[in-house]
């Protein structure tokens, strides 16, 4: 069992509409939760960064972690064509900066 | 924000070469650098993580004689792939990390072919 799982997808959805991609994990350790966004042939891009349980809001994009159910999700709302990406979810523990991944939920935004 | 550059962005090599992969964080220092590689349609894989004035520590199953890594200033990491074998194409990315925020910020990737 990986230590991260994350459905690859594709999720392909309308323009408009609100947008949930989720990650869970298995380690109770995990502390530190991301959310990246990554264009075709281009470095992941940070989207959101948590700590703790709870949501967390930056403009459509809201971040979400429940660490009792190991779970987090990252919404996105009236999602647009530039959404379409792979988005990739990572978490670390405590103060260990080694990143697990995701496998990347590849998402198209339909206009 | 924080930025990360790599160069080159793209290379094509013949089998047999050696080939050197350009990490740099511009606008800040980096003590610790970390190297990945993606195949198409998947996730990044850690290769090693590099810290400033040490070895790199590498992770299972990468040979550290082919992925030579040297991280020789706080803002510099490079990557020298020996030997390149068709297999090695990939892209490769680095990533930087911003200790005070506990960040890692990625640089664009290199997109390697070996004929």
């Known amino acids: 069992q990986k230590e991260v799982e994350q459905d690859p997808g594709p999720l392909s959805v309308p323009e408009g509409a609100i947008v949930s991609l989720n990650c869970t994990y298995s380690?109770?350790?995990?502390?530190?939760f991301m959310w990246y966004r990554q264009y075709s042939r281009k470095g992941p891009e940070l989207l959101m960064y948590?700590?703790s349980s709870g949501n967390k809001e930056d403009g459509r994009f809201t971040a979400q972690v429940d660490k009792s159910s190991k779970y987090i999700s990252l919404f996105i709302r009236d999602s647009q064509p530039s959404d379409s990406a792979t988005y990739l979810c990572a978490m670390t523990r405590d103060s260990n900066y080694q990143l697990i991944w995701g496998a990347g939920t590849k998402l198209i935004i339909k206009p | 924000g924080a930025v990360v550059s790599q160069h080159p962005s793209r290379v094509i090599c013949k089998s047999g070469t050696s080939v050197k992969i350009e990490c740099r964080s511009l606008d800040f220092q980096a003590t610790t650098m970390f190297w990945y590689r993606q195949f198409p349609k998947q996730s990044l894989m850690l290769m090693a993580t590099s810290n400033e004035g040490s070895k790199a520590t590498y992770e299972q199953g990468v040979e550290k004689d082919k992925f030579l890594i040297n991280h020789a200033s706080l803002t510099l990491s490079t990557l020298t792939v020996t030997s390149a074998h068709p297999e090695d194409s990939s892209f490769y990315i680095c990533s930087a990390f911003q200790g005070i925020y506990n960040e890692q910020f990625f640089g664009p990737g290199t997109r390697l072919t070996v004929l």
């Open positions: 380690n109770s350790a995990f502390q530190y």
């Open positions: 948590t700590y």
